[in-house]
């Protein structure tokens, strides 16, 4: 069974989601670590009440090389095949990337390359945009930048607030994380350039 690594900063609800398939055996996997760089992150309560492996180990103040040394060194006593970046806040180190060459997935929630960085939902209502989404890529050392696995559109609505266009992009969210983990865990893909294509 492949080792699911996720990464978590705050709430958790795509931790969770990913947690649900598992348990349902929707998503073939298993959650060998939730790593938390909050002490406060609420997902890193949720994942000890599921009984999860849970560790937190707080970044404030760390050195990036020393900090993401610490987690890639607890993924690989984990034995983790792939990490999947929950609402992790923070940007990865080369030697993080490097540690696991495209093994590494990421959710943002914006149609990339529109609207990288924080706040990507504010960004879409300033913006003006009527359809915005979310994004599963593949991380690498440019910000909310690598190889798109799987989009999922999503309409702005005239009277959309950004927690309301937030809560209907997480819904959404929650869906594609678990089928972009599944295909890459199948390896049923190749990489063309940025394309993400099913194998031949
Ligand atoms: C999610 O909307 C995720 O897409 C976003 O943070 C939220 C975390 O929620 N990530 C980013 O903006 C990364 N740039 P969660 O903790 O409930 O999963």
Redesign the pocket.
């Known amino acids: 069974m492949k080792r699911l690594g996720i990464l978590?900063?705050?709430?958790?609800?795509?931790?969770e989601a990913i947690a649900d398939h598992v348990a349902s055996g929707a998503l073939d996997a298993e959650i060998a670590v939730v790593i938390a760089n909050r002490p406060e992150a609420r997902?890193l309560a949720t994942a000890r009440a599921r009984g999860l492996n849970a560790v937190c180990l707080p970044s404030k103040g760390l050195d990036r090389e020393v900090y993401d040394q610490s987690v890639v060194a607890e993924l690989q006593r984990n034995h983790v095949d792939l990490v999947c970046l929950?609402?992790f806040?923070r940007l990865l180190s080369a030697r993080f990337i490097r540690a696991f060459p495209g093994r590494i997935l990421?959710?943002?929630?914006s149609l990339l390359p529109a609207f990288p960085?924080?706040d990507?939902q504010h960004q879409a209502l300033t913006h003006g945009v009527k359809i915005s989404g979310?994004t599963v890529h593949f991380v690498d050392e440019d910000l909310?930048a690598g190889p798109i696995v799987l989009q999922a559109a999503v309409p702005v609505l005239d009277d959309d607030t950004a927690d309301t266009l937030?809560a209907r992009?997480?819904e959404q969210?929650h869906r594609i994380y678990s089928e972009a983990i599944a295909l890459v865990l199948s390896g049923r893909y190749r990489i063309e350039g940025r394309r993400v294509l099913p194998a031949r």
């Open positions: 978590i900063s705050g709430r958790g609800s795509n931790f997902g929950a609402g806040m990421n959710i943002h929630p960085g924080l990507a979310c909310d937030s992009i997480l969210e």
